[in-house]
């Protein structure tokens, strides 16, 4: 086999050691086209899982790496002054030439062909003279540019610029500092390579940037007065810059890695945020994937297919993590006045890769600190905090998000709903939300909608808040009012979500009269007197949902139904005072809002429901979500509930674990109003991350819930607490401990023979 091989980094390099080691008789050569000893940035960080793949893979390379290792174990976050210190995190780096020194090295040994200062055939005439062509080219690579048709790469810009630099002599931990100088917040990021020197990176968003004039200033000057500003981090010590300037970071995802006998590897493929340490990492894990598949596969197709099989989601997996720690450092004036612990926690778990539980173990010290100020109890975790909205005191922050369930009758709950409402408030969550239920009969979205617009409707309701505040003392009940606007008059969801009636459709109203899906029904525009009409629609449910007992309302203005239609551009196109301008969007939800909050008991809190981000080009951003909860917020909402999408059909949303949490973290942090999350937080470790951290008060799980109706109570069992904010209903108390199993400690042998 011949193997060509685009870019001497470290992944290229490695790529082509294991390749030869694994078949001597591979015929392997490696284009570079800077010198042996040229290279961007100075020390590299590998993980210990890394780490184990190259010792596994190839020990002559891992043996001389653990001889230039420096090794370490805490984290510094400086920040207004004051130093605060974890440990336990573990890290390992050496320098980037001494890395390449030892892959040249490498492979030289096995005989691969290195050309260094020496530019790559074209991509078209290394497919046709080789059998396999791996792009190792880096971020800006010229081999997937040639294909871009096919790899479909999307190449995001970010806010801030960064530059490379180093200081000679070492940090004695991970240090993050933060200075907040006349043009705006500058940040360092540090760590040790060698005994003597260290990686320093200097990172701003782009206007502080220009502000401070580094976008005027030469090399030398712009590297003395990052020196200055961090003189105390620097112990008064210069710095010195390499082959590295001023530069925003690139996300790259491709849509297919492979083409032909071509592959991409490392940041050719993706890249992952510095901040994260993953660039290197994810490269050498890359190779290793590549040459365990050539291995396993009967041939170079197969095994490439399989190569992005199995790469895909793990990168994937990191990059969200890297996305949100670089967001959470683009926007880090966000948390500046925060307790100086809690702003320490929140930067250290910014990724969701370190949680609360995993940040415990390894520093209980600095964990148990960062509760004390937060004002948790002792033995208390962050979800069972109590938190008080007007009048209301939830016992704990867990709540049953609104999930609608399609078992009304004529829009009458009945048994299903006392028994699935019920079941929830008995696991002791400390707020449970019913589904939307709609404010007149066309409001529903299907047959089997739940309402609030007749006497019999609400007697029924009273049946089910009656058995949670007798049955479940301490758990609130909330009532989640909304309209369908133009995604009603559909088929229930499990036969078919979205789709309209086969029969027995009633007419649709909306903003703008605009179908939801090519084949929905179009709604009619509605008109002054029509929004008048529903304007008391929601006011009348709202009397009813009073008087049916419920503790808490909050307004359904997300997920494209009808008050929704108005806030999205996408899906308002009035000409007139209720469309164009987002203040003239907000309009009607805030009448609506008004009128609600007027009768509305005043001890009984209201909040409200928002799609933060359409997910489509053109609809709200999450800077216009900002804006619409500050409004909401001036006319008197106690909290906003952060969701995102389903306003239009053609939306593409960034699923992943706590996808939408960011949104409600930037609206808590920017607005000043409480949020409550939601979205795929499923973990008890999750809430109490984000609670402590300060980028929620609440959160909202819906199919944990569906999962298993005692997830809170269970959470405090698995966390060892029993307490005011989990308290089991006395004839489940005999359940608070978790069953016996069968027995998994056998007694080992007493004796070895070898």
């Known amino acids: 086999m011949r193997v060509a091989i685009v870019g001497g980094g470290p992944g290229g390099l490695y790529a082509a050691a294991l390749l030869k080691r694994l078949d001597p008789t591979r015929d392997i050569t490696v284009w570079e086209r800077n010198a042996p000893d040229v290279t961007f940035g100075f020390g590299v960080v590998l993980s210990d899982e890394t780490l184990g793949g190259i010792e596994h893979a190839d020990p002559v390379v891992h043996e001389a790496l653990q001889r230039h290792f420096v090794r370490w174990d805490d984290i510094d976050i400086v920040h207004r002054g004051v130093t605060h210190r974890s440990g336990g995190h573990g890290f390992a780096a050496l320098g980037r030439r001494r890395l390449l020194e030892i892959l040249h090295e490498r492979c030289r040994s096995l005989g691969v062909d290195l050309r260094f200062r020496t530019e790559a055939p074209h991509p078209d005439t290394l497919c046709a003279a080789y059998d396999l062509v791996i792009a190792a080219d880096g971020v800006r690579s010229s081999t997937r540019e040639t294909y871009a048709r096919v790899f479909r790469p999307q190449v995001t810009e970010h806010r801030c610029r960064y530059i490379w630099l180093a200081a000679d002599f070492p940090f004695d931990a991970f240090r993050f500092e933060i200075a907040e100088t006349e043009h705006g917040v500058m940040q360092l990021h540090g760590y040790p390579y060698a005994a003597d020197a260290s990686t320093v990176i200097i990172e701003m968003r782009e206007e502080v940037w220009r502000a401070a004039g580094f976008d005027e200033l030469g090399e030398p000057e712009s590297v003395e007065r990052c020196a200055k500003v961090f003189t105390d981090a620097l112990r008064g010590r210069p710095l010195r810059c390499g082959n590295s300037a001023w530069t925003s970071f690139r996300t790259v995802v491709n849509d297919h890695w492979s083409h ?31 040459a365990a598949c050539l291995e396993e596969q009967p041939d170079v197709h197969s095994a490439l297919a399989a190569y992005e099989q199995e790469r895909k989601p793990v990168v994937a997996s990191t990059q969200r993590a890297a996305r949100a720690s670089l967001e959470w450092f683009e926007n880090l004036g966000l948390y500046l006045g925060q307790p100086p612990r809690q702003f320490a926690f929140n930067l250290l778990t910014r990724s969701r890769r370190v949680t609360h539980d995993n940040l415990r173990l390894r520093d209980a010290r600095f964990t148990e600190a960062v509760e004390r100020e937060f004002g948790c109890p002792d033995g208390t975790p962050p979800m069972f905090t109590p938190f008080r909205l007007r009048g209301l005191t939830l016992r704990n922050r867990v709540v049953v998000s609104p999930m609608d369930m399609y078992s009304a009758t004529d829009g009458v709950p009945g048994d299903f709903h006392l028994v699935h409402l019920g079941a929830r408030a008995l696991g002791g969550a400390g ?86 899906k090519p084949d929905s029904q179009t709604p009619r525009q509605l008109t002054r007197a029509q929004l008048t009409d529903l304007r008391e629609q929601f006011t009348a449910a709202a009397w009813r949902a009073a008087r049916a007992g419920f503790d808490l309302l909050e307004l359904h203005c997300a997920h494209g139904y009808l008050l929704s239609g108005f806030l999205s551009p996408l899906t308002n196109h009035r000409t007139d005072a209720y469309g164009g301008s987002p203040q003239r969007r907000l309009r009607f939800p805030l009448e609506v809002f008004d009128a609600v909050r007027a009768v509305w008991p005043a001890e009984r809190p209201m909040t409200v429901r928002i799609s933060a981000t359409d997910w489509a080009e053109g609809g709200t951003t999450a800077e216009d979500a900002v804006e619409i909860a500050r409004a909401f ?50 973990s008890w470790d999750d809430v109490n991350s984000l609670i402590l951290a300060g980028r929620t008060d609440l959160c909202a799980l819906g199919r944990p819930h569906l999962y298993d109706p005692h997830w809170t109570l269970h959470a405090a069992a698995e966390q060892g607490y029993d307490g005011p904010g989990a308290v089991w209903p006395a004839p489940y108390r005999a359940g608070s401990r978790r069953p016996q199993t069968g027995r998994t400690d056998a007694p080992k042998p007493r004796l070895s023979l070898t």
């Open 260 to 290: 032909g006998n071509v592959v991409l590897l490392g940041d050719a493929a993706h890249t992952a945020h510095f901040s994260i340490g993953s660039g290197t990492k994810l490269a050498v894990e890359d190779a290793l994937a590549l």
């Open 431 to 516: 707020l449970v939300m019913t589904e939307m239920v709609c404010v007149s009969e066309e409001g529903r979205i299907t047959p089997g909608c739940a309402g609030l617009y007749t006497g019999r409707q609400a007697e029924a309701w009273r049946r089910v808040t009656d058995f949670v505040h007798t049955r479940a003392p301490g758990t609130a009940i909330g009532v989640q009012l909304g309209h369908s606007g133009r995604k009603g008059s559909t088929k229930l969801m499990w036969e078919g979500m979205d789709e309209p009636l086969p029969r027995g459709n009633w007419p649709l109203v909306a903003a703008s009269p605009l179908p939801y």
């Open 633 to 682: 917020a001036a006319h008197g909402a106690d909290a906003i509930d952060v969701s995102t999408g389903q306003v239009v059909a053609e939306e593409r949303p960034e699923f992943g674990r706590s996808y939408q949490t960011p949104f409600a973290d930037r609206i808590r942090n920017s607005a000043g109003v409480p949020v409550i999350a939601v979205g795929a937080i499923s």
